[in-house]
């Protein structure tokens, strides 16, 4: 039973830790977000919704700069302000900002959001659980391989999240009549859009390289055998 005692004080302190930072996110959209209200991206919402079998989709714009968009562990879906603020500049079309609305829907869809607070705030743990056993184990080289261990397995779960997200917008998209192509052209603008993503909560980074993302869309066209729309 003692042998157990460190594993499961871990898992312990990472339900706790689920708990605190799922509040908190929750607070702090709450404190920082309203409705969006936009009669372009509403026609464009308004057809998934319509794919999707939904009355309709809610969107929030979450109160910061750096341009991204999220969705929340209790399913919610936010763009940025900064975000918003390219596409009323014009340098984000509504379809493509579309494509990133399809892109959050898939994240709560698929159960994402709520994984990835998970092993968010559970990477600490399994971390530091491995570390004890792991050290214990193989003194002085434990402890290295426990943190090698864990950020791979982290970005290993977060790139598929995002490879998946975007197989479902893509599918979204096409059914819409929106069709793939403002996705990918998403893509390489946004390389030159999120140069300041230093306040974004770290789980909340872990997007692929463009250049991969456009390809597995391409396999999935390719797959589907009709031009996208
Ligand atoms: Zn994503």
Redesign the pocket.
């Known amino acids: 039973m003692l042998k157990f005692t460190p594993l499961l004080l871990a898992i312990l302190y990472a339900l706790a830790m689920y708990r605190i930072s799922a509040c908190r996110t929750a607070r702090e959209l709450d404190a920082k977000s309203t409705e969006l209200a936009d009669p372009r991206l509403k026609t464009l919402t308004d057809r998934m919704a319509e794919a999707l079998d939904l009355k309709r989709i809610r969107v929030n714009i979450y109160e910061i700069e750096p341009v991204n968009g999220l969705a929340a562990p209790d399913g919610r879906i936010f763009i940025t302000r900064g975000f918003y603020q390219k596409y009323r500049s014009g340098e984000v079309s509504a379809e493509e900002m579309a494509s990133v609305i399809a892109?959050?829907l898939g994240?709560v869809a698929l159960g994402h959001a709520r994984k990835r607070m998970i092993d968010f705030s559970g990477q600490n743990a399994v971390r530091t659980a491995l570390i004890m056993v792991l050290s214990r184990l193989i003194p002085g080289l434990g402890v290295v391989i426990a943190n090698a261990l864990t950020s791979l397995l982290a970005a290993r779960l977060s790139r598929d999240?995002?490879y998946e997200?975007d197989a479902y917008a893509a599918a979204l998209l096409a059914k819409s009549g929106i069709g793939i192509a403002p996705q990918k052209s998403l893509f390489r603008k946004l390389e030159g859009l999120t140069g300041s993503r230093g306040a974004m909560p770290a789980w909340l980074m872990s997007?692929p390289k463009t250049e991969e993302r456009v390809a597995a869309l391409e396999r999935l066209e390719a797959r589907w055998g009709t031009a996208p729309v």
């Open positions: 892109h959050e994240h999240d995002e997200a997007h």
